[in-house]
């Protein structure tokens, strides 16, 4: 979306972003953006900043707290250092100089296209945790402020990811939060811990981006040695994650680390058994393994909810700890209706390693 009052000018950039490929909306002030960004799917917004009715600082401070899952580029006269303090106050996540130098444009918006599932995934953490979750206000409250810092702390992790290379699916990752979310309330589990459960489990497999692709899209059954080497996500991930100050990156991180620990000690990477293994890391395994089962992958086909819902039965007691298996077996109904609901699209099981 360009947002700026010279039509001019904005029919400019519109003519010169269609050009380079990319599909445009309009708006000629911070009234019109808001109205549309209502109805329309934003990734990134190009904002002018001196414009009327609502000018582009007061506009980007609204699609903060509107939670609008899109990047803000905000147009500054060179130089002008006071504008871009405001804007960076006000949630601007990049800063363009005026007059616009057309190659430059080019290159902030590639740079921005890589950091957009980061953008979507904090958009849509928010949105499901709203319709989701039971959790009172207060305790939304609480996580708020408690988590104050998560954004600064991700961008980090953004400079840390830059670094390596990530093959999960965003649906996935987003079906094992909310699983994850409610086998934790199944099982008693307060609204907090579920809620950071809910956001933490998510990022998993972060660690996958260390591992390079001969191995990860191996359309085929990984050697041992292989094998020992996709076992190092655990290790990747919690190093990633590990330092935040946000009780979601902590437990994040836990998480990282023993999601592929084994009830009777026979997992990795430290061979955890029984209660050694955090229970935030046992949700994460049942909730991956059952939506891994049910998603196709390079090298399986998607299987039946029943038979997903048979095996980790199965398992339960010797792989996974039995009363988060049960938990999920006695939410059979609601997960069916999720899965009809969402489509069901996802990755791999957990019996490969991967």
Known sequence: MVV????E?????VRFLE????YVIEAANGREALEKLEEKDVDIVLMDISMPELDGLAATKAIREKNYPVMVIIFTAYGDSKSMEEAAEAGADDFLAKP?????LSVRLKLAERQLPFFRARGAFTTQ???????STETLKRLTQENRNLSMELIEMIYKISEYRDDETHEHTMRVGWLSGRIAEELGLDSEEATVLQFAA????????GIPDSILLKPAKLSDEEFEIMKTHTLIGHEILSGGSSSILKRAAEIALTHHERWDGSG??????????????????????FDAIVSKRPYKKARPLDEAFDELERLAGKWYHPDVVNALLNMKDEVRDFY????????????DGR
């Not at 700026?4 to 039509?7: A, L, M």
């Not at 000018?9 to 950039?13: A, C, D, E, G, W």
């Not at 945790?129 to 959790?135: E, S």
């Open 9 to 13: 000018i904005r029919k400019t950039l």
């Open 340 to 351: 009809n609901r969402t489509g069901g699209k996802t990755p791999p099981p957990n019996n």
């Open 19 to 22: 050009h380079e490929g990319h």
């Open 202 to 209: 998510p990022i998993h497999d972060l660690g996958k981006v």
């Open 129 to 135: 945790i709203l319709a989701n979750m039971k959790a």
């Open 100 to 104: 616009v130098d057309f190659q430059m």
């Open 268 to 289: 990795y990477p430290k061979g955890l058994k029984k209660e050694e293994i955090p229970i935030s890391g046992a949700i994460t395994a049942v909730a991956d393994s």
């Open 4 to 7: 700026d009052d010279e039509d």
